[in-house]
RNA sequence: GGGAUCGUAGCUCAGUUGGUUAGAGCACUCGCCUGAUAAGCGAGAGGUCACAAGUUCGAGUCUUGUCGGUCCCA
């Protein structure tokens, strides 16, 4: 069994008769279901972690293309951004923004256009092997003028809601790449490391010898601190200790941090205690003074961010480098000490360490401190820092002056826009996601890069005029410099180029764009109208196909895409984008890490995985291992044991059946009998089939993955291992074949379809085999067929509960046969079974012949009570009687359990005639129902015995003659087949069987003569020596000597 | 520090509104069965359901806290 083999040639097919083109054109006039294609870069290959995506991605939209819906699969491909631009700085050998400049911005840009379709190639192998269905061919390229364009549409819907502005904001910046970071990608680059955790004595002003202790983790930006921030309410205390030198100081810090803060609690003493709002006004003598300051600064103020969980319970305040310093220094009118260049190194002005990194200045700085003797404490801290998420700098929180999306205007509409979507799972809604939206910050949307979507916004370089404007459309931007642009490239630097006179100033200014980009982000989630190049083109189409019905990316898109999707369509449209969103967890390699591309060590290769287990069995992998949204670990032996569990159970079932059906000659035109008139084992396995078609369509209907492909799965070896098992012989040598065969027929051509949008290949195996050619008027392919109905009328509950306890009480039986080492093959004169209640005694009556023909007994008996019976026990339910009785139900538990054996005895029986029993503690009389109470019962001696949660076996092992004659017979049919399998025999063959033996052997074989010649196909039984050519073999049966031979009769 | 989520057998996972003795599969040992099967069946071994407290007649399940993993925020 070849698998890839076999898929190829689903993908040739598919290739050649256009089957993924033709979901979509045969079905133009259907309900549409929109899916929008989160578009990834390809300038990595694609991994592991990408085949997650593509499997659930692809799922959907098969299903409902089957529900009847047209479901258009536009690819697309995200094009801009740092990624990019990393990759070619690191090809070019380039190593800042100065030397991109120098090698020039337009032959910089046209290298990036180029990188991104590196790997476009494997892409679209990738997506084929692994069967995701999606058009690449007219997929929207985010670089495209087209899609800019749109973008510049969207941009100017927010400029007009007056949502776009500048400000001065402390944002996470990264030096190396000279830019801002939104806090999307802030989030994806938190690592914990060791930074020096320093507490720094700022001396009192007007209290010498007394000093404030202060903590921080980044004495960089010591330099640039104007004041100090304590909590109103917070309890400080003065103190009173040694210096190292031998002298006394006194320190202020907040009371609840003294272990926290001090190297040796013991050596102080508190002289005052104070709150936080008696401090505050007081100056200290500040640490440098590199910058002109004018106004007053270097006090003490209020922050109500100051906490007490770590630190002195005072914060340096430095406005130019954290969030919370800039808002209370805007508060107090402090100054802005901007001491470190935007290439992250200190300015001239800090003399002793100007030009330095600001990072390794920190060990110079704690010297310096330590030199005047203002360095208190200083250790180690291990904390969580935001690094750059591409290049791995350690970002500096920094003043700049940036472009903003106002989206914290709209986060109470966002927030009831989420409310409608189903995420997958649940939780993300109000947690992860939800949580995002009520801290919403505004958007950060600027970056000062190169190759990206220009922010359209010019702007007149007279700065008594300073007039700006936002630029809509390519047709705008001609009427408003006075060439025609249609063929202008809207990247930088040809847009830059594009400038006109003032009109606001009467022309002593030109308006010239600003420099920025904007936020890739921002191009990913414009995709729903940029996709089309809406509004400039393709009105319809973009009305149609908006919002989504179903979007699927990994959780990391949480900030990412689910978010820029969320907030532009919100913003623009006031509208969700998407309304089912499935959020993926991560692929973790075998020691649970992420795999990702920045990572090649942990990456696995697919291509592996479908070359030795193929796309479906990697697929299902994806689909049963577990909640989507959580990790999973992934190894190839996981895909393995799909393979074996699931794959080739079906694969064998569905070559037993093609097998059978072809040496029987039987065909699906042939009229099927009703099935109300099949076997019981035909009705069980439709009800079952029923009834998984209902669950799958309901759980995929609910974007339930694992609760649609588990019952499949659970369903499949069920059909191989009980219902084929048990009715093998029914296919090739009854009557009733009909039935069977029409039985199985129906179950394998329903799962093709309910494994169509999951096993995609193996489905169009099937059904092109089984359906497609035969059925008159059945679309070639399964994935332009149309999904299963389910038949009501078909499911049984009854019968799949007595299957299931047939089930059980088999199991039971073969572990009795195994406590006194009786194989199977014997057969035996009774099984005898304890049941649980009255009604399951009669569902079970009816499958009793099933029963014994799997024990290989004679005859099936329930035990009632009477007769073999020895004992009782009785076993009152808690989920009946402790919701009846209560804080009663132990005693009550008690009483009936370990009561004496005449009375349990008693109540056993009445409860087994089906009738209530009376119970009397302290003078309360306490009624047990008979479903309320359990019997069970214990068989007697000359039996063997299994017993399991009330049910119990007990096997009469007496042996007669005759039974151990018919062991013997079927011992000796099980060696002939054997040696039919050895001697190469096809299975239809027919042969003829010579034997010679011990007495008892031969009198075994005479004395079952049909029954051995019928179930090993034996024209002749003859007691003679084995022929010349004859394939023969000696056999020892539980002492008795045999030999035997098969030979082939030519017909 | 805060939030979300997870923690069940060596591994991968189920476990319904709280209710009998917590279940599968893989792997291991022994045995069985086989006229499709790389299979199947039975038995053995493997669990303080992360830990602790609480609510309850009863907690894997609910509450609180602690610890650990993952992700996110600061």
Excluded at 33 to 49: L, S
Excluded at 105 to 123: D, G, H, L, M, T
Excluded at 229 to 238: N, S
Excluded at 814 to 834: D, I, Y
């Amino acid at each position: 069994m070849n698998i890839p083999d076999l898929e190829n040639e689903q993908l040739e097919f598919w290739r050649r008769s256009h089957v993924f083109e033709r979901t979509m054109s045969e079905r133009e006039d259907r309900p549409r279901f929109v899916f929008y294609e989160g578009p990834p870069t390809a300038n990595g290959k694609p991994g592991t972690h990408h085949v997650i995506a593509r499997a659930f991605k692809d799922l959907f939209p098969r299903f409902k293309t089957m529900r009847g819906y047209y479901v258009l699969r536009k690819g697309g491909w995200d094009t801009h951004g740092l990624p990019v631009e990393i990759e070619v700085e690191k090809e070019l050998g380039l190593k800042d923004k100065k030397e991109i400049e120098a090698y020039g911005i337009a032959p910089f840009n046209e290298k990036c256009r180029q990188s991104v379709f590196r790997y476009i190639n494997e892409w679209e192998k990738f997506s084929e092997r692994m069967a995701y269905w999606v058009s690449l061919d007219d997929a929207y390229v985010t670089f495209t003028n087209e899609y800019i364009e749109s973008v510049w549409w969207l941009l100017r819907q927010l400029w007009d809601k007056k949502l776009l502005y500048k400000g001065k904001r402390v944002v996470p910046y990264c030096a190396r790449c000279g830019t801002p970071l939104s806090s999307h990608e802030v989030a994806q680059g938190y690592k914990d490391v060791k930074d020096p955790s320093v507490f720094v004595r700022f001396p009192l002003r007007d209290e010498p010898g007394t000093y404030f202790l202060v903590w921080t983790t980044t004495p960089w930006t010591l330099p640039g601190n104007v004041a100090l921030a304590v909590g109103r309410d917070v309890d400080y205390v003065l103190i009173e200790g040694p210096t190292e030198d031998g002298g006394v100081e006194r320190l202020i810090l907040a009371e609840a941090l003294l272990s926290y803060a001090l190297k040796n609690r013991d050596a102080y003493r508190v002289l005052d205690r104070f709150k936080g709002s008696t401090l505050t006004g007081k100056h200290y003598s500040p640490l440098f003074t590199f910058l002109p300051v004018e106004q007053d600064y270097a006090y003490v103020v209020e922050g109500d961010f100051v906490s007490t969980e770590e630190g002195s319970g005072i914060v340096h305040i430095a406005p130019a480098f954290g969030q919370d310093d800039m808002q209370v220094g805007k508060k107090y009118g402090l100054p802005v000490l901007e001491t470190v260049l935007p290439n992250g190194a200190f300015i001239d002005a800090v003399r002793p360490w100007r030009g330095m990194w600001v990072k390794d200045a920190d060990a110079e700085i704690i010297k310096d401190l330590q030199g005047r003797g203002l360095m208190y404490r200083v250790t180690l801290y291990e904390h969580s820092y935001p690094f750059c998420w591409r290049c791995n700098s350690p970002l500096l929180y920094y003043a700049r002056d940036t472009w903003f999306v106002a989206t914290t205007e709209y986060r109470d509409r966002l927030i009831a826009l989420n409310q409608t979507i189903n995420w997958v799972p649940s939780h993300i809604r109000d947690g992860r996601f939800g949580n995002w939206l009520e801290d919403l910050k505004d958007w950060a949307l600027g970056r000062e890069r190169y190759w990206g979507t220009p922010l359209p916004i010019w702007r007149c370089d007279n700065p008594e005029c300073g007039h700006m404007l936002c630029v809509s459309s390519v047709d705008e931007l001609s009427r408003l410099s006075g060439f025609d642009q249609s063929n202008l490239d809207l990247h930088r630097p040809y847009v830059d180029e594009v400038h006109w006179a003032c009109r606001e100033c009467n022309g002593h200014g030109t308006m010239y764009r600003v420099p920025e980009l904007i936020d890739v982000w921002f191009d990913s989630g414009s995709m729903p109208a940029a996709q089309w190049g809406y509004p400039h083109r393709n009105q319809e189409m973009f009305k149609e196909q908006y919002p989504a019905d179903y979007i699927c990316e990994a959780v990391d898109q949480t900030r990412g895409w689910f978010y820029s999707l969320h907030a532009i369509s919100g913003l623009v449209f006031d509208s969700v984008a998407y309304k089912n969103v499935i959020s993926l967890g991560h692929i973790l390699d075998e020691n649970g890490l992420k795999m990702s591309k920045s990572r090649p060590e942990t990456f696995v290769e697919p291509w592996q995985v479908f070359n030795k287990y193929g796309g479906d069995a990697f697929r299902w992998y994806m689909y049963t291992s577990g909640p989507p949204g959580e990790p999973r670990r992934f190894s190839l032996d996981l895909v393995g044991e799909v393979v074996t569990k699931f794959w080739l159970t079906l694969w064998n079932t569905y070559s037993f059946f093609v097998t059978y059906a072809n040496l029987e000659g039987w065909s699906p035109e042939q009229p099927a009998p009703p099935v109300a008139a099949r076997d019981p084992l035909d009705r069980w396995v439709l009800s079952e089939l029923h009834g998984l078609v209902r669950e799958v369509t309901a759980a995929l209907e609910a974007y339930d993955a694992p609760g649609a492909a588990r019952p499949i799965q659970s369903f499949v070896d069920q059909l191989s291992n009980w219902y084929v098992r048990l009715s093998r012989r029914r296919f090739w040598k009854s009557e009733d074949s009909g039935s069977a065969y029409a039985t199985l027929y129906e179950v394998l051509t329903t799962l093709a379809h309910l494994l169509a949008p999951m096993m995609p290949f193996m489905a169009e195996m099937l059904y092109r085999n089984l359906v497609a050619g035969v059925k008159p008027g059945a679309p070639d392919s399964v994935h332009l067929a149309a999904w299963p109905e389910v038949n009501e009328g078909l499911i049984d509950r009854e019968l799949m509960d007595g299957m299931a306890l047939a089930q059980r009480l088999v199991s039971l039986g073969r572990a009795a046969r195994e406590s006194v080492n009786l194989r199977v093959r014997q057969p035996l004169l009774e099984a005898a079974f304890a049941l649980r209640s009255a009604s399951e005694r009669e569902s079970i009556g009816r499958l009793s012949d099933l029963i014994a023909d799997e024990l290989n007994v004679r005859k099936v008996t329930i035990l009632d009570g009477a007769g073999d019976v020895v004992a009782y026990a009785l076993n009152p339910l808690p989920a009946k009687l402790g919701r009846k009785f209560g804080k009663d139900f132990p005693r009550v538990q008690k009483a009936l359990r370990e009561g004496a054996p005449e009375d349990v005895a008693r109540w056993a029986r009445t409860l087994l005639a089906g009738q209530s029993v009376t119970v009397t503690l302290d003078g309360q009389d306490y009624e047990a129902l008979p479903e309320e109470v359990e019997v069970q019962q214990r068989a007697a001696e000359g039996y063997a015995l299994a017993e399991d949660a009330g049910y119990l076996a007990a096997l009469n092992i007496t042996l007669s003659e005759d039974l151990v004659l018919e062991g013997l017979a079927r011992e000796v049919v099980r060696r002939i087949q054997t040696m039919r399998r050895d001697a190469d025999f096809e299975i239809s063959d027919r042969i003829v069987v010579t034997y010679q033996g011990s007495k008892r052997v031969v009198k075994a074989i005479k004395a079952h003569m049909d029954y051995v010649s019928g179930e090993t196909l034996a024209d002749a039984l003859l007691s003679s020596e084995p022929g010349q050519d004859a394939f023969s073999q000696s056999f020892t049966i539980d002492e008795e000597d045999v030999v035997l031979s098969v030979r082939r009769v030519v017909p």
